[in-house]
Nanobody, 123 residues
Framework: QVQLVESGGGLVQAGGSLRLSCAAS????????MGWFRQAPGKKRQNSEF???????????AYGDSVKGRFTISRESAKNTVYLQMNSLKPEDTAVYYC?????????????WGQGTQVTVSS
């Protein structure tokens, strides 16, 4: 079993910043990537949008088009924790953000999901 615990969500004004954290524990030995998806209001979780991912085997990092240049993903291997620094937030960034753990970035969607943390950006 894998446990993913997210934190750092909240309410922020447009233009502001937030940092999300996700700590992984349990049976994570055979996994090599972590990342974030987000579920916008009114949309189903299965239609969540890819936000960012990192593969620590080769340091590969990927971002969704809507967050490039504003969000930064990083990982602290000693704590098995991944962070998402979100800057220049926009109201359209409002969503439930889910942490993911999987074999690689391309298949994060099919891996383990956290419980989600709400991010609300007011205009």
């Amino acid at each position: 079993q894998v446990q993913l615990v997210e934190s750092g969500g909240g309410l922020v004004q447009a233009g502001g910043s937030l940092r999300l954290s996700c700590a992984a524990s349990g049976r994570t030995r055979s996994t090599f990537a972590m990342g974030w998806f987000r579920q916008a209001p009114g949309k189903k979780r299965q239609n969540s949008e890819f936000v960012a991912g990192v593969d620590w085997r080769d340091g590969d990092i990927a971002y969704g088009d809507s967050v490039k240049g504003r969000f930064t993903i990083s990982r602290e291997s000693a704590k098995n924790t991944v962070y998402l620094q979100m800057n220049s937030l926009k109201p359209e960034d409002t969503a439930v953000y889910y942490c993911n753990l999987g074999d690689d970035i391309a298949t994060l969607y099919f891996g383990s999901w956290g419980q989600g943390t709400q991010v609300t950006v007011s205009s």
